[in-house]
């Protein structure tokens, strides 16, 4: 490629959305520009080091927010090439057809979608393909019509994992596989195969993957478009802000600060913002100027609103019989995400976690004084762990939002006690079934290590919303493609656009929609 710094179309962010439309516009032949806040990972020994990941928070991005108090607190958010896929879980669920429409919860509404789950369903199919999720359509009688099956078989439980399915199976319930993303091949044990990337460890959930074999965004997606002559990567490039023409409705220039020190301005036919909800909604409010005073694509003063990040906990139970399962994050549970017998409205979902062990446990001990056995060492009691976690939706509200202050902070608004009745129900249905899952009945203790020591405005591994789109101008900042009402051509495709978020893991329905959007961008530019 022609050293130039004018692109067919400039993507700003690496994970899954980025990284994913990057990927599909890749054989178009067109001049992509990638920007990476971040560079690549380094791979080393501490990639799998529970201390250093979870305890130290080693990858974490050096960097405060504040909440609205003022406070500061550390964000969890990565910035390397792959984006927060990275460390994510590789838990890669469609929603429900149900969560496209207008749905009523104990503490509000969560708002349809301007697009329904027909529009989306090829896109998810072709993400699951893509990202090599391992699954089984059919097991789950809450998911929606799936036009193929998953291109791999599910992930085998192993003993006690199948036995805690079989449990679940005789209280009258419908454990499912949970749809995961890796790069495994299984032999008729369900044992990784002597060629499979993938070897079933228990590093997969948190853990950057020292083989390649988790499909986060960086492997799948970033690397292979890279292999094409006309897409460029800029590693540490931090675009500050927007810049447009005189009319307001074209944007014009990417300032970016880079690696040396210097400022660069690079130039686009077509600007795609994938941030993460946070920082896309922070780069397009930096980006105020005269024609756009509140900011980029923000007529509507809906950008940095409705933040969402799931009503999440973390638990760990203890078997009474000893857990060795090394790859846990293979079932989940979705009988009560929309409803319960005795309850009218949706609860959310249950998924198993990565497997506990003694230094994660330890990293908890503190807030675990007295809750067991003081005979139970760390060891044995991490021998013991099963973990869960439970996922509920929170609702959009217009108060829960990022701003930016005169020093350029950012600041996250947040209603942490927004719509958390379901979830409390549905830790209490977990809790009463634990003896007749073969686990300790008093014994669900919290796992916050997975949700930032503890701090919920800091668990931001879900972060949606914050730049919604919808076909009103007046109430949306984007278009059904993504593209915002007030420019010509700037797209936002993380996880952003959401206008709710389920209560399964974001990044698929991210993933499907890049690709949706990719297809668009592709007609546009051809």
């Known amino acids: 490629m022609a050293d130039s710094d004018h692109y067919d179309v400039i993507v700003i962010g690496t994970g899954a959305?980025?990284?994913?439309?990057?990927?599909?516009?890749?054989?178009?032949?067109?001049?992509?520009?990638?920007?990476?806040?971040?560079?690549?990972?380094?791979?080393?020994?501490?990639?799998?080091?529970?201390?250093?990941?979870?305890?130290?928070?080693?990858?974490?991005?050096?960097?405060?927010?504040?909440?609205?108090?003022?406070?500061?607190?550390?964000p969890e958010v990565n910035y390397y090439v792959g984006g927060n896929t990275k460390f994510y879980g590789a838990a890669l669920f469609r929603l429900r057809p149900e969560d496209f429409g207008e749905l009523r919860h104990h503490d509000g509404v969560s708002p349809a979608w301007p697009i329904g789950y027909e529009d989306l369903e090829p896109y998810y199919t072709q993400a699951e393909h893509l990202y090599l999720v391992h699954g089984r359509h059919g097991e789950d009688p809450t998911e929606g019509s799936a036009s193929a099956q998953y291109a791999h078989p599910p992930v085998a439980h192993e003993p006690r994992i199948q036995q805690l399915s079989d449990d679940l199976e005789k209280q009258g319930l419908h454990p499912f596989h949970l749809p995961i993303g890796v790069n495994l091949t299984q032999d008729e044990h369900g044992a990784a195969t002597h060629g499979s990337v993938c070897i079933r460890c228990d590093r997969v959930d948190g853990f950057p993957c020292l083989l390649g074999a988790k499909s986060d965004a960086q492997v799948t997606c970033v690397d292979p478009a890279l292999r094409h002559d006309n897409v460029r990567l800029v590693t540490h490039a931090d675009v500050r802000r927007l810049e447009t023409d005189p009319s307001g409705r074209t944007v014009t220039g990417v300032v970016a600060e880079l690696d040396d020190g210097g400022t660069h301005t690079f130039t686009g036919d077509i600007v795609v913002v994938a941030c993460g909800a946070v920082n896309s909604a922070v780069l397009l409010l930096r980006s105020a100027n005269d024609r756009h005073p509140a900011g980029l694509a923000n007529s509507s003063d809906v950008v940095g609103r409705h933040y969402m990040r799931h009503n999440n906990l973390a638990l760990m139970a203890v078997s009474k019989e000893p857990n060795p399962t090394a790859f846990q994050k293979t079932l989940a549970l979705h009988d009560w995400y929309l409803a319960g017998d005795d309850w009218e409205f949706p609860m959310g979902g249950i998924q198993m976690l990565g497997k506990s062990d003694a230094d994660q446990i330890h990293g908890e001990a503190p807030r675990w004084a007295g809750a067991v056995a003081p005979d139970m060492p760390f060891e044995v009691l991490a021998h013991h762990a099963v973990d869960f976690w439970l996922c509920g939706e929170d609702l959009p509200l217009a108060t829960s939002r990022v701003t930016l202050d005169q020093q350029d902070n950012v600041h996250l608004a947040l209603d942490e006690k927004n719509n958390v009745a379901g979830l409390k129900r549905l830790r209490h249905r977990l809790q009463g079934m634990l003896g007749q899952l073969g686990m300790h009945e008093h014994h669900l203790l919290p796992h916050s290590i997975y949700l930032h020591k503890g701090m919920p405005i800091g668990a931001t591994a879900h972060q949606a919303g914050t730049v919604r789109f919808g076909t009103d101008p007046a109430s949306s900042a984007l278009d059904v493609h993504c593209k915002a009402h007030d420019l010509d051509n700037l797209y936002v495709v993380d996880t952003s656009f959401f206008p709710s978020i389920g209560a399964v893991n974001p990044s698929l329905t991210a993933i499907a929609n890049a690709l949706r959007v990719g297809d668009h961008i592709a007609d546009r530019i051809r």
């Open 17 to 74: 959305g980025g990284g994913t439309l990057a990927h599909r516009l890749a054989p178009t032949g067109k001049r992509i520009l990638i920007l990476e806040r971040g560079g690549y990972l380094p791979r080393e020994r501490d990639n799998w080091d529970s201390t250093a990941v979870f305890v130290k928070g080693k990858y974490r991005a050096p960097e405060y927010w504040y909440d609205k108090d003022g406070n500061a607190f550390p």
